[in-house]
């Protein structure tokens, strides 16, 4: 059953909840109804029909008017990173929708939707980061972005979307009848958390499956992408060990931000990529860092581990890989990119830094 729950819900999106309003309508058909022969019931019922009356319309129009998304952060156009976009027009040639690269400071790549009103002009999102292009070189990047067009094509993306904005139906109902004040938002709420709790383990799996699907479509296309998954693994420990803990340490007492982390991960480049090429680097597991944390809240949790995704594209063990020898971030950058996305990445840490040690002090 929730299998077809989530299944309906990836397809149709917010328009699943006309599948809760149409019980709705039939009780409010059912009771006009009732008034030509039981008006004293009719009447009494309307304390439960009224307010279940006016819940379906506030439903109703929460559906029309989900919110959309706030503006994108942090785009690259065709113009500022020529190599890039050709490399997404190469491994995916006809886009179905408008498009738009995004940058972040991550050591992820995601692919996601941006829908206007209505659910309406839809773009499709590749969110690359920056690290992710510091540590792989050309032939990575195409695999790993081989991965992500696989979620768009195989509706992975749009499906994500669904689920959002199925939940964003109900932040208006929401509003009309407070779920802590009202029986009917408290309802509303208990069915929406118990059924929101149930989706959520259904979606892991989904999701999981997603990722072998990604892989595979991006295996089908290039050799490369069992190299990737070891190049991203080994640099996920690398820059734990190399750039975060050194600078958590680091933070603690500062009396001045420590210097940021860009350009801590392009001062130790060339040790990344040397522990890039082994995977002997995971001897201990990274702690969630932000990254993981992006990547769960945009696929609801678990993706599968390195070793499940290796062993579904052949591998029992880590291939022996070539190093980087270019990273991506120069041969896909131009150098006045490069440097802008440093500065702002670095500016805005840095900032968020002398708040945090400000607050502290
Ligand atoms: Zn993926």
């Known amino acids: 059953m929730a299998r077809i729950v989530v299944w309906l819900i990836g397809r149709l999106g917010r328009y699943a909840v006309i599948l809760v309003l149409l019980p709705i309508a039939l009780i409010g058909y059912g009771w006009l109804g009732l008034f030509d022969h039981h008006p004293y019931v009719a009447l009494a019922a309307a304390l439960v029909v009224g307010p279940l009356s006016v819940a379906g319309v506030t439903l109703a129009l929460g559906m029309l008017l989900v919110p959309g998304a706030p503006p994108l952060k942090d785009t690259l156009s065709r113009e500022e990173a020529p190599r890039l976009w050709a490399l997404w027009d190469e491994i995916d040639p006809k886009p179905s929708k408008r498009r738009a690269v995004v940058v972040t400071d991550q050591l992820n790549a995601s692919m996601g939707e941006l829908r206007g009103s209505l659910g309406l002009r839809r773009t499709e999102i590749l ?19 081989a991965h992500e067009v696989g979620h768009a094509r195989l509706a992975h993306a749009s499906g994500l979307t669904n689920v959002n904005d199925f939940v964003g139906s109900f932040d208006m109902l929401f509003l009309y009848a407070d779920p802590h004040d009202t029986v009917l938002g408290g309802l509303a709420d208990l069915a929406l958390s118990g059924g929101m709790r149930r989706l959520k383990r259904e979606m892991r799996a989904v999701s999981r499956r997603h990722e072998f699907e990604a892989d595979a479509f991006a295996g089908a296309q290039t050799s490369d992408a069992a190299r990737a998954l070891v190049i991203v693994e080994a640099t996920a420990h690398s820059m734990d060990a190399l750039v975060h803990r050194p600078l958590e340490q680091e933070l603690l007492g500062a009396v001045s931000p420590p210097p940021p982390p860009i350009a801590r991960t392009a001062a130790h480049l060339a040790e990344i990529h040397r522990r890039g090429v082994t995977a002997t680097a995971r001897l201990e597991k990274p702690r969630a860092s932000g990254d993981l944390l992006a990547d769960e809240a945009l696929y609801g949790s678990t993706h599968p581990t390195f070793e499940e995704r290796l062993k579904s594209l052949g591998y029992d063990a880590p291939p022996e890989i070539a190093p ?28 968020e830094a002398r708040w945090f040690i400000d607050g502290n002090g």
């Open 127 to 145: 969110a690359v980061g920056l690290p992710l292009l510091m540590a792989c070189d050309e032939a990575a990047i195409w695999a790993i972005l």
């Open 324 to 351: 980087v020898a270019t990273p991506a971030s120069a041969a896909l950058l131009p150098p006045e990119t490069l440097a802008r996305l440093t500065k702002t990445f670095d500016d805005r840490w840095t900032r």
